[in-house]
């Protein structure tokens, strides 16, 4: 089985190594036997994205989101039919708000794609802060970093997860990114999927469902070490204390 993962202009969007999602999507499925053809698209290059499998938009400063915006309003009507196909998407920081219909700087006002229903509004007081979810896509806490000053309002669409710790959509709603259908977007940094690999195996499952036409379920990895990460990063931040010792045995 093979996915082709397309990372959408790494030359502007690659804040807080954001590309190291890309390589927990390849390393996720040579693990498991599986090929990985990952495609970059740069400024001004056309994409075709029934010729995707996977999506990843990363996350800039406010100029490059607006630089970013203006090539994919290019694009907006194909992007628009990947995502309501079932086309699997991961959108963060940036690329969450650039999802939306604008983002309302101090200065200025962003155009979105309008993937999403969605609306970003710029505050004086960043919100920066590890990032603590709990969600009803995986078992484990989803851990990450936030830095970001817009505020992202979501509406009635489901969120990522509840913040346990940090801050997340606007820092008073409790709750923090957004799942549409095959979609998740989100400001967690970090990377997110190196620490978080079932939100990982959520969207290749996913994936690869939609290109080969049956329920898939991945074989397990012992992932020992990110649990570990991940029970160190959660247990530092959050009064509940979860241990991931059963999980770990389960799987080595």
Not at 75 to 96: F, H, M, P, T, W
Not at 169 to 177: D, Q
Not at 182 to 206: F, M, Q, S
């Amino acid at each position: 089985m093979k996915l082709t993962i397309g990372h959408l202009y790494p030359d502007l969007l690659n804040l807080y190594g954001d590309r190291g999602n890309i390589q927990c999507f390849r390393k996720r499925l040579a693990w498991r036997g599986m090929e990985a053809e990952v495609v970059p698209f740069f400024s001004g290059d056309t994409i075709d994205f029934t010729e995707l499998d996977l999506v990843l938009l990363g996350g800039g400063s406010d100029r490059e989101q607006e630089l970013v915006c203006g090539y994919l309003k290019e694009i907006r009507q194909s992007l628009k039919e990947y995502v309501e196909n079932d086309g699997v998407l991961l959108a963060v920081c940036g690329g969450y708000q650039l999802l939306g219909n604008y983002y309302k700087t101090d200065k200025k006002l962003i155009e979105g794609l309008e993937i999403l229903d969605i609306y970003t509004e710029w505050e004086p007081e960043r919100l920066v802060s590890n990032l603590i979810l709990n969600s009803p896509l995986v078992k484990t806490p989803i851990a990450g970093f936030e830095n970001h000053g817009g505020r992202t309002y979501i509406g009635n669409y489901t969120p990522l997860g509840k913040v346990a710790f940090g801050y997340g959509n606007t820092g008073k709603t409790g709750y923090e990114g957004v799942v549409y259908k095959n979609v998740i977007a989100t400001y967690l940094h970090g990377p997110l999927l190196p620490k978080n690999p079932e939100v990982c195996d959520w969207l290749l499952e996913r994936a690869l469902k939609r290109k080969y036409g049956e329920e898939q379920k991945l074989m397990p990895l012992s992932d020992e070490l990110e649990y570990r990460a991940n029970e160190y990063i959660v247990n530092r931040y959050n009064d509940r204390k979860y241990v991931w010792k059963e999980k770990i045995k389960k799987h080595t």
